[in-house]
């Protein structure tokens, strides 16, 4: 270390110079959950994440048991009542979620860093590339969606891989374009310049100096896919084209029961409200995010 | 005087939840047909006061106490209705972007149109006439234009008009001319002048920058920290300010007559508006004594018609020895960069048309113009970040390829560039000691100690606390910003510095001290300059040679202090001519 240095430069030398003073994890958590729609859109879905996670370990009647008649009303045995095969209805609304919610959750995941990553790469480089990844993604955007869904697993069968990789497939698109426009933004921007005029490559630039300013609304755009993957998938399990249906899942529950909608509602009622609940509950959580995210202050008069 | 046609009492603005005063006391009057500038920097709270005045104030502020006439008229007291009427007609607003303040999905004739209060006027003859005040082209196609076929100054004239329109007694302008070029603003604001003579209407005009202020207001009036602290006729204000910041403000302004190197004022201005307990400028004044922290100072006044809030508004500091005026050199150094010819496109648009000059090493050459002349596209092109340009650019005796990917690290080394917009110059997720390490790392791998090292060594050289290593862009303010984004450029040991208006965008008082530490620089390092800017009072302080630009072309390149004595092309005699100068207070006629 060189002698020139004050002793007041040598001592905050010892304090890391890149790492983040003053934004301690829990109090940004902290302050994030101080917003209203954060806490409401946490609490909702971290409601129905303990219902899926904890549900398989409460049951206390098997979800694939008959134990009784079709679409028995509630009672002290089954609290929700029974379904069409005379299963215990809330043993299946408990175990039921596993899969679907996991599902959507790796379809949604590929499909945003999927969807990420071509975007930034066409917003970009721009010119020819951008043309061929976008015009692509127009021809895959121009089929409608449930049809796509339901050709390929008509074809292919219905296996978790396939679901979540087509699943994948439909959302890669919607993200892209949201990305690459968010990326033409931040390029033009000075810094993004900067790093071109000192000479960083491309890589380096959109993976250190975009993709981080691209988060926010790549964020935004995960909860809306993730909340449209459960309602994709949950409509392919409605349509029987679930994985091995006696295995219990709630878009396969809303199926099989809408016939004993007069006997026992609950079969219907209960998956739905959680499907309800944790849309809204990931949406609320991920406009509070988009809010808070947005750097504020700066500005110049 | 005549009869005060705005009487302004007591007025005070605070936080929502009382917690801060962002202005507090404010009291003045306006003469029909006056002009008070209100001069003031960021957050001083001069934008605050122009809205006031249409009885207006920003979410979350709320008035607080005072009372506001207008014609008679007390505007606090109005209904929600009341109010309504008066604006528009009593009192106008002219914003500082026309562009933004116009909708740009209605002709321009409509929206005057819509300015008029009644169907008697407000016809086709009524409009025509109104564009005619502005100095437009009084023809009916000039009404069917869309905003974005008008220029800047032309839009700034349209929302003028539409100001004028009902020929109202009060007009809240709040730096209509910021964003104009030198030989705009001058056209502006003679039409301002004329316009509130001819029709005897109360002005105030609010503008950061103490040379427009001399060319428009009989009046002045300094606010600091949500106070007035002196008033009164712009030239006494100005050439003897009796406030000790006036005085700092007055000393951090460049002014094209003398070409004295500005200086900064030490310390931070107070962010939350006045300060109830004592002087806000104490701490930052050379004159501070006990009494000046135990209380707020009163208005004196000191001259017919010109106050001060100052306890020793009779005495004058020693101002330290101005800075050494700029390096001077018998003959000039061998060049460090020759441009040949250089040429630039926007599509097939040629923006430059061959432009050849050279920075001498070690040398501060001034690059000026209006905007839209190409200063910054040149700029660019010699640091490598304009992609369609052609020519030959040689630097240090060799040639430089013209993108900067093709060009050898070292050579990206020794050419940094620094933006003008100190707010985007830096990427929003990473600390300011984080992006310094970053560019350290494009060109050497160094130890994680030493790169510290040479973090705070480069921010200590731009007088920032090394604190500012942990901190992120939106934790600091502009001028800060603006001394990280000079030391980033520093960390690489650059020789040549090319700074395209990094000045701009910042409060006089800051930008003087971003101009001495530059010439600090460039004393003591030796480091070449290319200084792009729109200023020309700016130039004359710290550079040597002087480019002037106009429309592509290099029209003049000359030693500075030669090309302002004895400019050639018509262009630089004309800049040199519209650009706001103090002396231009004194011929300010009085209103009577």
Known sequence: ?301 | MSLSAVRVDGLRIVTANLSHRLLDDISFNIASGEVLGVVGESGSGKTTLGLALLHHCRHGLAFGAGVIRVDGKNLCAESTAGLRRARGRLVCYVPQDPASALNPALRVGTQLAECFESRVRGGNADLLELLAAVKLPPHPEFLDNFPHQLSGGQLQRIAIGMAFANRPRLIVMDEPTTGLDVTTQAHVLDTVRRLCRVHGVAALYVTHDMGVVAAIAQRVAVVYAGRIVEIGPTARVLEDPAHPYTRALVRAVPDLSTGNPVSGIPGQAPEFGADERCCAFAARCALARRACGESVPAMVAVAPAHEVRCLRCEDRETVPAQAPAPVAWSERPPPLLVAQGVRAFYGRHEVLHGVSFSIGAGECVALVGESGSGKTTLARCLAGLHGEVAGAIEFGGEPLPLAAGARSAAARRRIQYIFQNPYQSFNPRRSIGASLATTLAQFERSERVEERRRVLAALDRVALPASIAGRYPRDLSGGQRQRAAIARALITDPDLLICDEITSALDVSVQAVITELLGELQRERGLAMLFVTHNLALVRGITQRLCVMQAGRLVEEGPTEDVMQRPQAAETRRLLRDSPRFAAARSTPAVC
């Open chain 1, 1 to 301: 270390m060189a002698g020139n240095v004050s002793a007041a430069l040598r001592g905050a030398m010892r304090q890391p110079v890149t790492g983040a003073v003053g934004r301690g994890g829990w109090r940004t958590a902290l302050a994030f959950f101080a917003q209203p729609s954060a806490l409401v859109g946490g609490m909702l879905t971290a409601t129905v994440l303990i219902i899926v996670m904890a549900g398989p370990l409460v049951a206390w009647n098997s979800p694939v048991d008959f134990i009784g008649a079709p679409f028995e009303l509630p009672s002290a045995a089954t609290p929700l009542g029974t379904d069409i095969m005379g299963r215990d209805v809330l043993a299946r609304v408990l175990s039921g979620g596993t899969v679907i919610l996991s599902l959507s959750a790796i379809a949604t995941l590929l499909g945003v860093v999927t969807g990420g990553a071509l975007g930034l790469t066409a917003g970009y480089f721009k010119g020819t590339i951008d043309d061929l990844i976008m015009r692509l993604l127009d021809v895959l955007l121009a089929f409608p969606q449930t049809i796509l869904a339901l050709l390929f697993v008509s074809v292919l069968g219905s296996s978790f891989t396939i679901i979540a990789l087509l699943v994948a497939a439909i959302h890669a698109p919607q993200v892209a374009r949201v990305i690459r426009a968010a990326t033409l933004k931040v390029r033009g921007e000075d810094f993004v310049e900067y790093a071109r005029g000192i000479g960083t490559p491309s890589f380096w630039i959109i993976t250190r100096e975009i993709a981080p300013n691209v988060v926010g609304p790549l964020l935004v755009e995960a909860g809306l896919r993730f909340t449209y993957s459960i309602a994709l998938i949950a409509g392919l399990s409605f349509l029987g084209l679930a994985e091995n249906p006696p295995a219990p899942n709630w878009g396969l529950m809303l199926n099989e029961n809408l016939i004993g909608l007069p006997q026992n509602p609950w079969p219907v009622i209960a998956p739905v409200s959680l499907i309800a609940i944790l849309t809204v509950g990931v949406n609320l959580l991920t406009d509070a995010y988009a809010v808070w995210s947005t750097p504020r202050g700066g500005g110049g008069s």
